[in-house]
T-cell receptor, first 112, second 112 residues
Framework: KAGVTQTPRYLIKTRGQQVTLSCSPISGHRSVSWYQQTPGQGLQFLFEYFSETQRNKGNFPGRFSGRQFSNSRSEMNVSTLELGDSALYLC???????????FGPGTRLTVL | SQELEQSPQSLIVQEGKNLTINCTSSKTLYGLYWYKQKYGEGLIFLMMLQKGGEEKSHEKITAKLDEKKQQSSLHITASQPSHAGIYLCGADQGQGAQKLVFGQGTRLTINP
């Protein structure tokens, strides 16, 4: 069974631009969570989608948004990029609420 | 909100030695997840603990969740170079594993 895939793996943007990251969960997994990892703040929860609905949300500004499609694939969007948005963005998929999450390889976003 | 503190933050051990990493929570742990991360890459799921006193092992790695469910430990026996990486503990906050809070991580280096 294929794992969680994320595209692109690397991205370089400039301040003020917007970016869209994509995540394909493990087949059969309907829950997709997104996390941001930075050296200073560590790994922080962004949001979680289940059956195309945002079910949980972390403490991030509205510039960070996401969506999930009917095939469970998910995208996250960051608008008006800031230097502090430079991070590794990880998505994780899960079969059910009390099962473990499986993480993708991440998208490394650099904002110049 | 729940916070996880990992200790030590960094660990350097001689190949073949045993080691322990601790994860202490500010609140009762409903579910505790251990992950390993190679620098800049995705997280690899190691183990999930849900019941107080639970202990799980996989190859040379053993994880325990203490009876009072506010601390977990990860023990590696006879360490090998392949064990090097960053170990992260994550806790669900009673809402399932789709929204995890993570510790800051423990960086493990194995010297030959």
């Amino acid at each position: 069974k294929a794992g969680v895939t994320q595209t692109p793996r690397y991205l370089i943007k400039t301040r003020g631009q917007q970016v869209t990251l994509s995540c394909s969960p493990i087949s059969g997994h309907r829950s997709v969570s997104w996390y941001q990892q930075t050296p200073g703040q560590g790994l922080q929860f962004l949001f979680e989608y289940f059956s195309e609905t945002q079910r949980n949300k972390g403490n991030f500004p509205g510039r960070f948004s996401g969506r999930q499609f009917s095939n469970s694939r998910s995208e996250m969007n960051v608008s008006t990029l800031e230097l502090g948005d430079s991070a590794l963005y990880l998505c994780a998929s899960q079969l059910r609420g009390w099962n473990e999450q499986f993480f993708g390889p991440g998208t490394r976003l650099t904002v110049l | 909100s729940q916070e996880l503190e990992q200790s030590p933050q960094s660990l350097i051990v001689q190949e073949g030695k045993n080691l322990t990493i601790n994860c202490t929570s500010s609140k009762t742990l409903y579910g505790l997840y251990w992950y390993k991360q190679k620098y800049g890459e995705g997280l690899i799921f190691l183990m999930m603990l849900q019941k107080g006193g639970e202990e799980k092992s996989h190859e040379k790695i053993t994880a325990k969740l203490d009876e009072k469910k506010q601390q977990s430990s990860l023990h590696i026996t006879a360490s090998q170079p392949s064990h090097a990486g960053i170990y992260l503990c994550g806790a669900d906050q009673g809402q399932g594993a789709q929204k995890l809070v993570f510790g800051q991580g423990t960086r493990l280096t194995i010297n030959p």
